[in-house]
């Protein structure tokens, strides 16, 4: 069907570019993990790498730096394959303001606008390491829900229903606004380890794992801190 579907395309406009996804990381319902799926259409599909411009992905997590890693993953996939000029992406990705509580997904306004702005900070400045030729969030604009979508999808919006810019409005234009031309160049990474403490009453006491912290400093003054901890993953730019 991919083959099938570029030879359709390109008869009719030689220049469009082809994307394939939407990928999600997680499987289940929606079938196997991104990583998953795309390694074995590499394996099974001779040419594949030739046949589309970009992987279009929809990374949703409940943190930044989770959002980072399925990015990373699917990059980790492309390249495995041989596929280092392939792009990526990121077609949906976001947190609501409003929903049902049990929604990893449902934020506070600030909330929606923090994390929001990590991801398109970090994706901004590691565009050219990744390959990322895009990013959408989801969506532009709050809508009354009418049962046909994810309970949480409505509240979504850069924008309320009657078209009031939430707090992710302002943090998504900034970012882009900055981000126009090219990417600031990476000047320096600096990396320590250390172990991990944990406050209990009151006194911090040493655990067993470690956290490692990374800071990368870009040449317009700017810098990305990624900690991690064990299985815990967390990145802020400033």
């Not at 078209?163 to 031309?181: C, Q």
Request: net charge positive; aromatic share 8%.
């Amino acid at each position: 069907l991919l083959r099938l579907s570029e030879q359709a395309i390109h008869r009719v406009d030689s220049g469009a570019r082809v994307m394939i996804g939407g990928l999600t990381p997680g499987g289940g319902r929606y079938g196997p993990p991104g990583p998953e799926f795309l390694a074995d259409l590499y394996a099974s599909t001779p040419g594949f790498a030739g046949l589309f411009d970009s992987v279009a992905l929809h990374p949703y997590a409940e943190y930044p730096a989770e959002v980072i890693r399925n990015v990373e993953a699917i990059r980790a996939v492309m390249d495995r394959h041989g596929d280092t000029g392939g792009g990526i992406a990121v077609t949906e990705i976001g947190w609501a303001s409003a929903g049902p509580r049990d929604s990893y997904l449902v934020v506070s306004p600030n909330e929606q606008a923090e994390r929001l702005g990590d991801v398109m900070d970090t994706l901004s400045k590691r565009r050219a390491r990744y390959g990322v030729r895009a990013v959408m969030p989801y969506t532009d604009h709050d809508y009354a829900y009418d049962g046909t979508s994810c309970q949480w999808c409505p509240y979504a919006g850069l924008l309320t229903r009657d078209g009031r810019a939430k707090p992710a409005w302002h943090r998504y234009a900034e970012i882009a606004l900055a981000n126009g031309g090219a990417p600031p160049e990476l000047v320096s990474t600096v990396t320590s380890s250390g172990k991990t403490f944990s406050l209990l009453r009151g006194r911090k006491r040493r655990t067993r794992g470690r956290t490692t912290t990374t800071v990368e400093r870009y040449s317009d003054g700017s810098a990305l801190i990624e900690m991690t901890s064990d299985d815990v993953k967390l990145i802020r730019g400033r």
